[in-house]
T-cell receptor, first 109, second 114 residues
């Protein structure tokens, strides 16, 4: 079952940074944190993942706290196309992805 | 397009009919996953394959559900004697089996059982 807790919904003004939190207080040492998003009626899209260091790619940044019990996905300049449901998943090799209900992010013009 | 593809994208069927969905993974990926997603919920894991071996199937929803990956490439998911409760989005994902395993999802097949 889902090992993460996310707020059910958030709003963000277009052009501003969107900061999406995730709690994973029971994360194990070998579990990675993955973020996916799902735009209405499409398949989930991979965004980023990390183990314990902060990560950045062309889509987003992932900040993981030192104790690894929580993380934040940062979309630096949100656009209307970033409106989606964002899922935070913790997973280790050989186990299954468990999606919770995610955070529904609405980017407001 | 070298991503995961699924066919059909939409399927409408009558209760009691059998349906089969196909998934073509990214070509070099050896793992293939099936998920189901109902309205307002996140994807729910059903089963997965590594090459042609089905390594986990205990989460298939009932014995009416079965999946195959006969040559370790494409996979099919069959639902026999469909019920209205089977109406959902069926998603396929593929990955390379390694420590940092990232799954890439297809667009899904939306099933409506009347």
């Amino acid at each position: 079952d889902a090992k993460t807790t996310q707020p059910p919904s958030m709003d963000c003004a277009e052009g501003r940074a969107a900061n999406l939190p995730c709690n994973h207080s029971t994360i194990s040492g070998n579990e990675y944190v993955y973020w996916y998003r799902q735009i209405h009626s499409q398949g989930p899209q991979y965004i980023i993942h990390g183990l314990k260091n902060n990560e950045t790619n062309e889509m987003a940044s992932l900040i993981i706290t030192e104790d690894r019990k929580s993380s934040t996905l940062i979309l630096p300049h949100a656009t209307l196309r970033d409106t989606a449901v964002y899922y935070c998943i913790v997973n280790s090799f050989g186990n299954q992805f468990y999606f919770g209900t995610g955070t529904s992010l609405t980017v407001i013009p | 397009d070298t991503g995961v593809s699924q066919d059909p994208r939409h399927k409408i069927t009558k209760r009691g009919q059998n349906v089969t969905f196909r998934c073509d993974p990214i070509s070099e990926h050896n793992r293939l996953y099936w998920y189901r997603q109902t309205l307002g919920q996140g994807p729910e894991f059903l089963t997965y394959f590594q090459n042609e071996a089905q390594l986990e199937k205990s989460r298939l929803l009932s014995d009416r559900f079965s999946a195959e990956r006969p040559k370790g490439s494409f996979s099919t998911l069959e639902i026999q004697r469909t019920e209205q409760g089977d109406s959902a989005m069926y998603l396929c994902a593929s990955s390379l089996a390694r420590e940092q395993e990232t799954q890439y999802f297809g667009p899904g097949t939306r099933l409506l059982v009347l």
